[in-house]
């Protein structure tokens, strides 16, 4: 079965410092791999998504990760951080196999200004 | 584009009482799903439907009854709700079961 932990419940960035999010995984085929995002009292959009080819996949705002398939990880990048980027951000994972969707705990970001 | 709604937004309960969330899409889309999110953790499966008329058990049905009577509208039952039980439930839709979920704004269950 799939499974995804996100080490971070909580990371504070300066704004305009980079920022990345971590997330592995947990499933021995190739998996869909999704970051989304949640802000206060709103539902989960989808800030990107993997299925194939290029590792590095870009998305809304300026965010991007990187699939390692030898790390098991699908980490979340930005260069430079806005403080309407505070939110919760869940990475997330299915497989082909079962068509099941897992998400992480999230990792809420705090942008000081 | 296309919206997801959820009512109520706050849904305030007794113990043992049932309770009754509604959802519903104008995307069109097949599948949609019950997730429910307490305070610090990730969203767990409740129940999924891949069609109208179907439903499937997720990781956390028991308590739970779903319908999906209209291929737009999923409705999730909590058949007897816990004292200080507290949680955000989230609905879902997407077009295949592995693909985007598009989500409702949730609603916000307190049970006195």
């Known amino acids: 079965a799939q499974s995804v932990t996100q080490p971070d419940a909580r990371v504070t960035v300066s704004e305009g410092a980079s920022l990345q999010l971590r997330c592995k995984y947990s499933?021995?085929?190739?998996?869909?791999l999704f970051w989304y995002v949640q802000y206060p009292r709103q539902g989960l959009q989808l800030l990107l998504k993997?299925?194939?080819?290029?590792?590095v996949v870009q998305g809304v705002n300026g965010f991007e990760a990187e699939f390692i398939k030898s790390n098991s990880s699908f980490h979340l990048r930005k260069a430079s951080v806005h403080w309407s980027d505070s939110a919760v951000y869940f990475c997330a994972v299915s497989a082909h196999s079962n068509n099941r969707i897992f998400f992480g705990d999230g990792t809420q970001l705090v942008v000081k200004p | 584009g296309g919206i997801i709604t959820q009512t109520p937004k706050f849904l305030i309960g007794q113990e043992g009482q049932k309770l009754t969330l509604k959802c519903q899409q104008n995307f069109n889309h097949d599948t949609m799903y019950w997730y429910r999110q307490d305070s610090g953790k990730g969203l767990r499966l409740i129940y999924y439907s891949i069609t109208e008329n179907d439903l499937q058990k997720g990781d956390l049905s028991e308590g739970y009854d779903a319908s999906r009577e209209k291929k737009s509208s999923f409705s999730l039952t909590v058949t007897s709700a816990q004292k200080n039980e507290m949680a955000v439930f989230l609905c879902?839709?997407?077009?295949?079961?592995?693909?985007?979920?598009?989500f409702g704004a949730g609603t916000r269950l307190s049970v006195l």
């Open positions: 879902a839709s997407s077009i295949e079961r592995e693909d985007t979920l598009y």
């Open positions: 499933y021995s085929g190739t998996p869909y």
């Open positions: 993997y299925y194939s080819g290029d590792p």
